[in-house]
């Protein structure tokens, strides 16, 4: 397992009086001890570690894994409860989000009557909620990549476009400026559409007069990057002018007062009050923010709902928004690095109402 991060899930170990745990989330495996591949579990126990896979993975694991032993099994419930076994483990933890019932039960099938299953739920979120330096590289280089696309595709932001060709472009720009893949579908929400907090590009033209929300990222190395832009094609409406003045505010109150210490839901109530005063509170559904990293949304949920509190490390969105139905809608999103005395934007892209020509 990667050196600093052992530690931690023995003391998980420890704290669920647990023998052993097994990963099978790629994104904790990948985290804890460096395999890409698709398929494989990492078995930990108080002293040991291995990292189990199939023989379509067995030389990529051995140039990746950072694990006490790597062994190759046929059957992965078989190789794996053999493994425990050996071990004679008694308790042995899993995470409850990422293993299907029917996996558990072939699990069960296999092992003999003296091992327990225990489902975990999320036992690595608050181990991975705080980014190790090269971590936060990982995303500022995809934030870099990402801002770089959006800038070659801007020619494109212009009437007579479709939402369709617009998302294809960024993806194309993203990948050829070197990302390996698009963190999410690209949201490209014009006019009408823009109401939508989740309107995947369509076919849709873009005309002048509206404004455009375009919420896109893209993967680098396993780090994600997530941001959302609105832009105007020409001159818009005073109320759409005015929504976007709106979420600019309430996301910029938002930034200012993250500092290491504050309850993640009061970050979600500077935001929140803000566009309630302005008379929009019932036009804002979702929760702030979320965390980002090995996954787009992942620990911790920045909503009214939140319990934990904002630490130095913690990378998360914060991304206010304004729906009209029927009439449009604006969205204001940017990831942050919580620092000592208060937070850092990863995310390069002015947020300021860019005015596009129509
Ligand atoms: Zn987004
Ligand atoms: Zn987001």
């Known amino acids: 397992m990667i050196k600093d991060r052992s530690p931690r899930v023995r003391q998980l170990l420890n704290d669920l009086e647990l023998d052993a745990f097994c990963f ?15 398929d494989g579990v990492l078995a930990v126990t108080a002293d040991t570690d291995c990292f189990l896979t199939d023989s379509r993975y067995a030389t990529q694991a051995s140039a990746e894994v950072v694990a006490g032993a790597i062994r190759e099994y046929k059957s992965k419930e078989e190789g794996l409860v ?52 090269d971590e936060v590289a990982g995303l500022e280089r995809a934030t870099a990549l990402a801002a770089a696309a959006f800038a070659d595709v801007l020619p494109l932001l212009t009437p007579g476009s479709s939402e369709r060709d617009v998302a294809l472009a960024l993806e194309m ?3 050829r400026r070197g990302g390996d893949e698009k963190a999410f ?32 990222g893209v993967c680098c190395d396993g780090y994600h990057s997530d941001e959302t832009v609105t832009v105007a094609l020409g001159n818009v409406s005073a109320e759409l002018a005015a929504i976007h003045a709106i979420v600019l505010a309430a996301h910029d109150l938002a930034i200012a007062a993250i500092k290491p210490g504050l309850p993640l839901c009061q970050i979600d109530a500077v935001a929140r009050d803000y566009i309630v005063a302005q008379g929009y509170g019932e036009r804002f559904g979702h929760g702030l923010g979320h965390g980002v990293g090995l996954e787009v949304h992942e620990f911790p ?35 942050v690095l919580v620092t000592v005395d208060g937070c850092r934007r990863l995310t390069r892209l002015e947020k300021n109402l860019l005015i596009l020509p129509a």
Not at 185 to 214: F, M, N, Q, Y
Not at 315 to 325: A, C, D, N, Q, S
């Open 185 to 216: 579908a690209t949201i490209v929400a014009s006019g009408p559409r823009g109401a939508l907090p989740h309107g995947v590009a369509s076919d849709k033209l873009l005309e002048a007069g509206e404004l455009v929300t375009i919420d896109f």
């Open 24 to 38: 099978f989330h790629r994104p904790n495996m990948r985290y804890l001890c460096g395999f890409t591949g698709t």
């Open 301 to 335: 949920t920045v909503s009214p709902r939140s319990e934990e509190v904002a630490s130095a490390g913690m990378v998360f969105t914060v991304e206010p928004g304004i729906y009209l139905p029927g009439f449009g809608g604006v969205r204001i999103e940017d990831m």
């Open 173 to 175: 720009a993203m990948r």
């Open 82 to 133: 053999a493994w425990l076994d050996e071990r004679q483990i008694k308790r042995v933890g899993f995470e409850a989000e990422h293993l299907s019932c029917a996996a558990l039960r072939r699990l069960r099938e296999k092992s003999p009557a003296t091992l327990e299953w225990v489902a975990v739920e999320r036992p690595v979120a608050s181990l991975r909620g705080i980014k190790g330096a």
